[in-house]
Nanobody, 118 residues
Framework: QVQLVESGGGLVQAGESLRLSCAASGSIFRINVMGWYRQAPGKERELVAAITSGAGTNYADSVKGRFTISRDNAKNTVYLQMSSLKPEDTAVYYC????????????WGQGTQVTVSS
């Protein structure tokens, strides 16, 4: 089993920054993908950013240039640095850990609220 614990959410004003962290523990596959998703009220969950264990990254168009995903493989931790936040970034942000080759290895954190006021 895998446990994901997120931290760093909160309430900020537009233009400010936040950093999210997600620490994984348990049976961690060495080759994996860690990512951040978000879900706003009334909307579907969407990918924000993902990073492979080899440091390859992928971003949603809406956050490119503003958000940066990174990871510390030694700590099994993924980070999301969010800058120039906008009210439309308001959502519950979820951490995800999955295998790139096995669909049965797919875990989610409990979510952390990010609220951006205008």
């Amino acid at each position: 089993q895998v446990q994901l614990v997120e931290s760093g959410g909160g309430l900020v004003q537009a233009g400010e920054s936040l950093r999210l962290s997600c620490a994984a523990s348990g049976s961690i596959f060495r080759i994996n993908v860690m990512g951040w998703y978000r879900q706003a009220p009334g909307k579907e969950r969407e990918l924000v950013a993902a990073i492979t264990s080899g440091a390859g990254t992928n971003y949603a168009d809406s956050v490119k240039g503003r958000f940066t995903i990174s990871r510390d493989n030694a700590k099994n931790t993924v980070y999301l640095q969010m800058s120039s936040l906008k009210p439309e970034d308001t959502a519950v942000y979820y951490c995800n850990l999955r295998s790139a080759s096995w669909s049965g290895y797919d875990y989610w954190g409990q979510g952390t609220q990010v609220t951006v006021s205008s």
